[in-house]
């Protein structure tokens, strides 16, 4: 999957240089477990193994492995009674002590190669690749509750596609250089941010907790990991192998904390240089409030870069072709329960083929299994992630089960007993202005609303105002006109925007992910640009000709 080649541009290292190198990687093959495959009796071995156990997973600082008082738990959302890993909360003093720890090694980090750091990604992501692959897919599966190609495409490909392209794309940064002028030279280095960056991590997606710590540290930074509680185990297990291929103690911390002790600790110390989020839209403005208003405390001005989630769209056209609808939108919204960043929550559709659609949509519904993805592999997703979740899930259901603008038109139950399991539920409003159509939900809900076809053009302006976000959403047509017509409206409605494809399924390298308005920052991890925000850069001028003169020759 990796070839490295030598180019011909030298750069500056210290008072030596050292050749640059290209690097080719591809994404990594997404594995089919069929019956009787290799990978599916790895997994099915290593979720054995896992069966009833309980993880005990400390605070690491250093190589320190440190247990507070404060003890927590991470259940597996499918069978609550299962105490998936018992973990303890980092207090204030142990932060601290962590970004003291961190920022006295910084400066030894920063100084090694671009080639080196990036070697630690490399190796990362062939142990995944290889011999973890099945451990960190039964983590995920049965702590964060997806199927197996949930766990595949997230835990698996898009995590070594991260590691790998950004380690990638951080070498050849380094080719990134000034002109030269003639008796002078001039050089870029790409250094890491003075002080430390805080990663705090989602629950949906192993990979993104692998991105917000890994590539940060690659580029030359410390790191300050605070992994999601429901996400605890697998998180563990990507830092373990992060370790285990060469990553020096003190790089990256893991801590796992509570929120506002945690965000109160970093957004306070005079380190503090950037944030790396992937979570909601109030907790990251209260981050960004936090920095604003301690600006004065700091050696330097943070970079703030997060991911909030979003109120993604379809947007239908009469021209569309209904199956590719139809598929596409159950995929997008029902997926791992609705819980993707970027799943199809609102859906527009002309009422001249709404019929088709309505009909595609609950012939597809009713064949739907909903359950344990460790001991039926044919269920088509899980439980939602924990209480907190399935109850504000729940408020939803009960609203559109009240409204007179909204008539449930498929599913709508939900039951916690042994799991926090919700039926795919789909709505239809009437008000394409209600409450559901704006606001995120973050499970398996897909409202739609059902316009004139003639209106379609006023539609598009309403699917651009309706939500504060603009993170993903897509369009379907086949009429030319009409999908150019939608791009110029829609320009900044997604950071990733789709022609007839479904609004999920963003690829590292192909499709860079992140969106902007409430949705973000929109930075773009997977894409080139990425590794740039986390370096701070310095331009070396090295002069071989001289100064004699003060005087300028027009001056005689």
């Known amino acids: 999957m990796l070839r490295v080649r030598l180019a011909g541009r030298w750069a500056w290292r210290g008072f030596r240089t050292f ?25 099915v071995k290593a979720l054995e193994s896992l069966k009833g156990k309980t993880e005990e997973i400390p605070c690491v600082v250093g190589d320190e492995h440190v247990w ?18 018992k973990f303890c909360y980092a207090d204030k003093e142990l932060i601290n002590k962590a970004i003291l720890a961190s920022v006295a090694a910084r400066r030894e980090w920063d100084l090694k190669p671009i080639q080196d750091r990036a070697q630690i990604l490399f190796k990362a992501a062939d142990v995944i690749s290889g011999p973890k692959r099945a451990e960190v897919l039964a983590k995920t599966m049965i702590g964060q509750g997806k199927t197996v190609v949930q ?38 280095l790409y250094r890491g941010l003075e002080g430390f960056v805080a990663a705090v991590a989602p629950f949906n997606f192993t990979a993104i907790g692998g991105n917000l710590a890994g590539t940060p540290a690659m580029m030359g930074n410390v790191v300050l990991w605070k992994p999601s509680d429901t996400a605890m185990s697998a998180s563990y297990a990507v830092y373990r192998v992060l370790r285990e291929s060469g990553l020096p103690p003190n790089i990256i911390q893991f801590l796992p904390a509570d929120g506002p002790v945690f965000g109160d600790a970093i957004t306070s110390s005079e380190h503090l240089a950037g944030i790396n989020f992937t979570g909601s839209v109030p907790t990251f403005k209260h981050l960004w409030k936090r920095v604003a208003q301690n600006l004065d405390v700091y050696r330097s001005f943070p970079r703030l870069a ?3 989630g979003g109120k993604n769209f379809h947007f239908v056209h009469k021209s569309a072709d209904v199956d590719s609808v139809v598929t596409g939108t159950i995929r997008s919204a029902f997926e791992y329960g609705g819980q993707k960043c970027s799943a199809c929550s609102r859906m527009y559709v002309p009422d001249s083929i709404w019929p088709q659609i309505r009909q595609g949509l609950l012939d597809i519904h009713k064949h739907i299994a909903v359950g344990d993805p460790v001991e039926d592999f044919r269920n088509f997703f899980s439980a939602v992630i924990d209480d907190k979740s399935f109850s504000r899930i729940k408020k939803w259901l009960d609203h559109a ?32 202005q209600e409450a559901i159509m704006s606001e995120e939900i973050f499970g398996p809900v897909l409202t739609i609303y059902v316009y004139p076809e003639k209106n379609y053009k006023e539609v598009l302006h309403l699917v651009d105002s309706t939500s504060p976000y603009a993170l993903t959403g897509a369009v379907f047509a086949q009429d030319q006109n009409v999908i150019d017509e939608a791009a110029k409206v829609l320009r900044n409605a997604a950071g990733n925007y789709y022609v007839n494809d479904k609004s999920t399924g963003s690829i590292v390298a192909q499709q860079p992910f992140g969106g902007a308005r409430a949705s973000g920052t929109n930075d773009k991890p997977g894409g080139p640009h990425y590794v740039l925000r986390w370096t701070s850069p310095q331009v070396v001028k090295q002069t071989y000709v001289p100064l004699r003169e003060w005087k300028y020759p027009y001056m005689g």
């Open 151 to 188: 766990a595949e495409i997230d835990a698996a490909a898009e995590l070594i596609d991260f590691f790998r392209f950004n380690a990638k794309h951080a070498v050849e940064l380094e080719k990134q250089q000034p002109l030269d002028s003639e008796g002078s030279t001039n050089t870029m």
């Open 19 to 43: 050749p640059c190198a290209e690097v080719e990687v591809k994404n990594e093959p997404i594995l089919g477990f069929k019956e009787g495959s290799p990978e599916r009796k790895e997994l």
């Open 68 to 85: 507070t008082k404060d003890i927590r738990y991470q259940l597996s959302p499918f069978n609550h009674s299962h105490k998936v890993a």
């Open 401 to 432: 089960k009240s409204s007179p603008n909204l008539k449930v038109i498929a599913g709508g139950n939900c039951d916690d007993k042994k799991g926090y399991f919700v039926e795919p539920t789909i709505i239809e409003t009437t008000d394409p």
């Open 306 to 308: 997060g991911e909030c």
